[in-house]
């Protein structure tokens, strides 16, 4: 049996741990691709490509109206989008921001690994599946604990439409 002095012992070695590590969102050290990208007409006839930065521009507004989205032209399970870090992190999350009210979402795949490349998933783990809820936003994987220089979202019933991607890494510097 545990004797009182080494509890606290341990209690204060966990507090220790806890306090040296914290949450932080690595995406600005990324670069996003995607498969193709959609070309939106705005009604003064001006084009605006929906590119997949949009997806990383530190905005999680998902209304249509700004147009503040990423926007495959492609629909269906060949779609993707990609975000490739600068190296290797530890990750604890991913919470993906999509188009409000958009269910082509429905059934996209979160893919992440080492080095991945756009629509390849050879030694990727599917970490989970977007299943669309009406004006849910966001779409939170939680409790990760897995190393990855890549976050890859694949597929879904349309159009991949992103207004914000946000990976945590677990920071115990
Ligand atoms: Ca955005």
Redesign the pocket.
Known sequence: MLQIHEVLLFVIIQGVVFAACSRKNIVPQGTATQIDTYRHIQENGVPIDLEAS??I?G??NGLYATL??SHTDTEGSTAWWLLTLNKVYLICEIKVYCRVSNDKIDGANIWVGIGLSGGNYNGAVNIGTIKYESETNPYVFSDLKIRTSSVQIQGGKGSLQL??VEVFEIDCK
Do not use: C, G, L, Q
Request: proline share 0%; no cysteine; aromatic share 12%.
């Open positions: 949009r997806a521009d905005n999680n503040d989205f207004a914000e």
